[in-house]
């Protein structure tokens, strides 16, 4: 049973940071890829950033240049750091691992989510 646990979201300020943390645990030999991805209320989930094990990144437009997303191969765990935070950054964010090797086989998992609120 692999589970990804989700922390860090909260209310900040316009122009303020947060940092999210997710960490995988379980029987896990490998991970290919972890993201973050973000759903607002009446919007699909959107990308907000991917890395794979060997640090290749990918930022959706809206976040190039805020956002950073790391990644602790050893610890399982994923990062992302939020900078110069916007209203419209406001969503539930969910945590991905992709392509997840197990013992039973590759799967892919998803965090519970961690609300992010940007507002004075």
């Known amino acids: 049973q692999v589970q990804l646990v989700e922390s860090g979201g909260g209310l900040v300020q316009p122009g303020g940071s947060l940092r999210l943390s997710c960490a995988a645990s379980?029987?896990?030999?490998?991970?290919?890829?972890m993201g973050w991805y973000r759903q607002a209320p009446g919007k699909q989930r959107e990308l907000v950033a991917t890395?794979?094990?060997?640090?290749?990144?990918n930022y959706a437009d809206s976040v190039k240049g805020r956002f950073t997303i790391s990644r602790d191969n050893a610890k399982n765990t994923v990062y992302l750091q939020m900078n110069s935070l916007k209203p419209e950054d406001t969503a539930v964010y969910y945590c991905?691992?992709?392509?997840?090797?197990?013992?039973?086989?590759?799967?892919?998992?998803w965090g519970q989510g961690t609300q992010v609120t940007v507002s004075s």
């Open positions: 890395i794979t094990s060997g640090g290749t990144t």
């Open positions: 379980g029987r896990i030999f490998s991970i290919a890829a």
């Open positions: 991905n691992a992709n392509r997840v090797v197990v013992p039973f086989g590759v799967n892919d998992y």
